[in-house]
């Protein structure tokens, strides 16, 4: 079989039997791979009624057709589950290897179900799998059990996806890690894998990956990747990291401080990818088959935490326990993003967690009694790290937090005005990213995002982010070179949709979008070329784009199966009422706010939603070969707009 | 060839969502049918000014113009 392996492994670790599956030519084509697969899954074998921990829960790790080969950047790996954060869809994505070591081993997806007597881990030996005891791993780091397992296994070249202790706890934001510091950061995933005392899999394949027309293959490949030699975001990418994002923000005045009251400051600078690069960087690392390498290696060299070492920064993860809660001193945000890598945390929702908590505490919504004495002062970068430990291990004032902003604001008690300080959407709160400055097309993807509100490399309007870098290019696919600005509502419907529907089938293919969003040196005619010669199939650019509409649409409708519609379809208020402060002399973006409602009717046109629920219509289910979701969703609609269901104020599910 | 009055012209350069209009209005003149309407939605103005061409509604030059100017260019080459 070229491209695919044709089958996956479902792992039940309740009754410790696992078995592979065929996956059938019909289904390959209409799911592709990773998200597309995991998808469908979740939305087939997950009721929208089961809680995420329920061992009955499934989580599926997805990889794609191409992964493996030699096309750029096509290492990436999706996670799926039912979201312990939101109680909705959930999905995150890693770079790393383990992805191409999953392929090797002779498996497109493997779902685990069930849940372990004590600690396990699964060891992936191409066909042969099997069930260890991990309960001398629990308790460990990410870093420790990843060379442990190599040492028990006696193979430095297995690659392992891990959790950390924040997993085990069941912090609902938990993460995952592979290759020790590549982490699918959002919506729990983590925690899921906690939940069934699952603590690793570790793979290690002798297969390879089948190629339909090997020539074509590798000329596509190779013509991509002369490409990337002048690509002006690769050398951002690659000299600065994500990192090269902060200055950018801070002239823009997107750079989420202070739970978002600010966008731009005069310390920023200090934790700049430039600055990043010229004291602490101290190697950079690729990813499976990338030529950006972007991945960056830190050690901090002076200060209290001088010493301590670890992969990262990224920009998502440094501005939520940095700028966001009022830190900018950039060795206390290293150390920062050293700590949750270690207790296996989503920067975004602990940062934004905590930033949450400092601004119910600047308000007066809690007290030192609430939070066990700590005084939660922006900036004050020791109770910042000290409660990054405490929500890891579910400890205090830590153990609320451990449940994200939105459950926090419940448990403790604050109402309507708590939830308003949250900045999160369907119970996520967003990354470091002002739409106010960021731009309109990005914060319609954290009202529409199918995970949550997490624009995070979903929707990924980078076509108004990027697009400045690449004349032309915003016509050639909207017609148009006004939306490349950002705060312009011209054309950000269509934008969204079209790029929403392409990343969707990123995923699928599970490549990295650095080399097709924020990147644009391989666009939608490039990857279905690779994807044709690599599978052998005849797949149209069109057909190509409706896997990722089909892909979008099945979680929307998991959604639309928690009654969750055109009403949840927005964004904190802050965003749309206040007006951006001055933060620095030369901030862009002063007084601006967000009008979202402006845009989402064109979007919805496009995704042909119905307008009274939000819900996909069943004219587009149906067209996308989704009867099935359709007649789902059927006795919903009218259920939605009940008076009952408008009443309800849906901050989690 | 003239699809487009210069009234339907200036009432789509000023939306904000004119790429879906633009789409209705070609749908609506019989130049695109209902899967035609699809394949451009989804796959984009450059596509669509490719079909055009193919069907030499507009000329080489035109469809350049188009590329550089974007959809009002377009529209331009369109009205009667």
């Known amino acids: 079989m070229n491209g695919w392996s044709g089958k996956r492994l479902r792992v039940d670790l309740s009754t410790g039997k696992s078995i592979s599956e065929p996956l059938s030519y019909e289904y390959r084509r209409k799911w592709i791979g990773g998200r597309?697969?995991?998808?469908?899954?979740?939305?087939?074998?997950?009721?929208?009624?089961?809680?995420?921990?329920?061992?009955?829960?499934?989580?599926?790790?997805?990889?794609?057709?191409?992964?493996?080969?030699?096309?750029?950047?096509?290492?990436?790996?999706?996670?799926?589950?039912?979201?312990?954060?939101?109680?909705?869809?959930?999905?995150?994505?890693?770079?790393?290897?383990?992805?191409?070591?999953?392929?090797?081993?002779?498996?497109?997806?493997?779902?685990?179900?069930?849940?372990?007597?004590?600690?396990?881990?699964?060891?992936?030996?191409?066909?042969?799998?099997?069930?260890?005891?991990?309960?001398?791993?629990?308790?460990?780091?990410?870093?420790?059990?990843?060379?442990?397992?190599?040492?028990?296994?006696?193979?430095?070249?297995?690659?392992?996806?891990?959790?950390?202790?924040?997993?085990?706890?069941?912090?609902?934001?938990?993460?995952?890690f592979n290759d020790v510091y590549r982490a699918a950061g959002r919506c729990g995933q983590g925690a899921v894998i906690g939940s069934k005392n699952l603590k690793a899999i570790a793979v290690r394949g002798s297969g390879s990956v089948g190629i339909a027309r090997p020539k074509e293959f590798f000329d596509v490949c190779n013509r991509l990747r002369q490409g990337f030699k002048d690509d002006p975001m690769r050398k951002f990418l690659y000299e600065v990291g994500s990192l090269s994002l902060?200055?950018?923000?801070?002239?823009?005045?997107?750079?989420?401080?202070?739970?978002?009251?600010?966008?731009?400051?005069?310390?920023?600078?200090?934790?700049?990818?430039?600055?990043?690069?010229?004291t602490v960087l101290k190697h950079r690392e690729g990813c499976f088959a990338c030529p950006i390498c972007c991945g960056r290696f830190t050690e901090i060299k002076e200060g209290e935490h001088a010493g301590e070492y670890g992969g990262g920064p990224e920009y998502e993860h440094s501005v939520p326990t940095g700028p966001r809660v009022g830190i900018f001193e950039p060795n206390a945000i290293w150390h920062n993003m050293i700590l949750t890598n270690n207790y296996g945390l989503d920067g975004i929702e602990c940062g934004g967690s905590i930033a949450t908590a400092m601004e119910w505490y600047e308000k007066g919504l809690i007290t030192t009694k609430d939070t066990g004495g700590l005084e939660l002062e922006w900036g004050n970068a020791d109770v910042v790290a000290k409660l990054i430990g405490m929500i890891a291990m579910r400890e205090g004032f830590g153990d609320i937090l451990a449940d994200g902003a939105s459950r926090a604001a419940e448990r403790l008690g604050l109402g309507d005005e708590g939830q308003k300080y949250t900045i999160?959407?369907?119970?996520?709160?967003?990354?470091?990213?002002?739409?106010?400055?960021?731009?309109?097309?990005?914060?319609?993807?954290?009202?529409?995002?199918?995970?949550?509100?997490?624009?995070?490399?979903?929707?990924?309007?980078?076509?108004?982010?990027?697009?400045?870098?690449?004349?032309?290019l915003n016509t050639k696919i909207l017609g148009d070179e006004r939306p490349v600005k950002p705060t312009t509502t011209v054309g950000k419907g269509y934008c969204c949709f079209y790029e929403e529907n392409q990343k969707a089938m990123v995923d699928c293919l599970n490549v990295c979008c650095f080399t097709t969003h924020w990147s644009y040196a391989v666009l939608t005619a490039d990857q279905v070329e690779y994807f044709n010669a690599a599978t052998g199939m005849d797949i149209t650019e069109e057909e190509f784009m409706e896997v990722g509409e089909r892909v979008v649409n099945i979680e929307r409708a998991y959604w639309g199966r928690m009654l969750s519609g055109l009403r949840e379809d927005t964004i904190p208020e802050r965003f749309m009422k206040e007006p951006m402060p001055q933060g620095t002399p030369d901030q862009t973006n002063v007084g601006a706010t967000f009008p979202v409602q402006k845009i989402l009717p064109g979007y919805y046109k496009y995704r042909d939603y119905d307008l009274e629920t939000g819900f996909p219509s069943e004219r587009r289910l149906k067209m996308l070969g989704l009867d099935y979701v359709a007649k789902d969703l059927a006795p919903l609609r009218a259920k939605y707009n009940s008076e009952a269901e408008k009443k309800k104020k849906k901050y989690y599910y | 060839m003239a699809v487009f009055t210069k009234a339907e012209a200036k009432r789509l350069a000023e939306l904000d969502d004119y790429y879906m209009a633009l789409l209705d209005a070609l749908k609506k003149a019989g130049v695109l049918?209902?899967?035609?309407?699809?394949?451009?939605?989804?796959t984009g103005y450059y596509r669509l000014v490719e079909f055009l061409q193919g069907k030499k509604l507009i000329t080489a030059k035109q469809a350049q113009e188009a590329m550089a100017g974007g959809f009002t260019s377009l529209v331009e080459s369109l009205v009667g």
């Open chain 1, 424 to 472: 999160a959407t369907r119970g996520m709160c967003l990354p470091g990213d002002d739409p106010r400055g960021l731009g309109f097309a990005y914060g319609v993807g954290f009202a529409i995002g199918t995970r949550g509100g997490c624009d995070h490399l979903r929707c990924l309007a980078s076509l108004e982010l990027s697009g400045f870098m690449y004349p032309g």
């Open chain 1, 246 to 278: 902060i200055n950018v923000a801070n002239h823009d005045g997107w750079l989420g401080i202070k739970n978002f009251q600010q966008g731009s400051h005069p310390d920023a600078h200090l934790m700049s990818g430039e600055e990043h690069a010229t």
């Open chain 1, 36 to 176: 597309g697969m995991n998808s469908e899954v979740i939305y087939s074998e997950v009721p929208t009624t089961l809680d995420a921990f329920d061992p009955e829960a499934r989580v599926c790790f997805g990889v794609g057709p191409i992964s493996g080969t030699a096309a750029p950047a096509s290492g990436r790996v999706t996670i799926s589950c039912k979201s312990p954060l939101t109680g909705g869809f959930g999905d995150s994505n890693m770079g790393g290897h383990w992805g191409a070591e999953v392929k090797y081993a002779g498996w497109d997806q493997i779902i685990v179900q069930g849940k372990a007597k004590h600690p396990v881990y699964l060891w992936i030996d191409d066909e042969n799998v099997e069930i260890r005891d991990a309960r001398h791993l629990w308790g460990k780091f990410p870093r420790e059990a990843d060379t442990m397992i190599k040492q028990e296994l006696g193979d430095e070249d297995i690659h392992i996806v891990v959790i950390g202790p924040a997993g085990e706890n069941l912090v609902r934001y938990a993460c995952t």
């Open chain 2, 33 to 42: 049918d209902d899967g035609a309407h699809r394949r451009y939605m989804l």
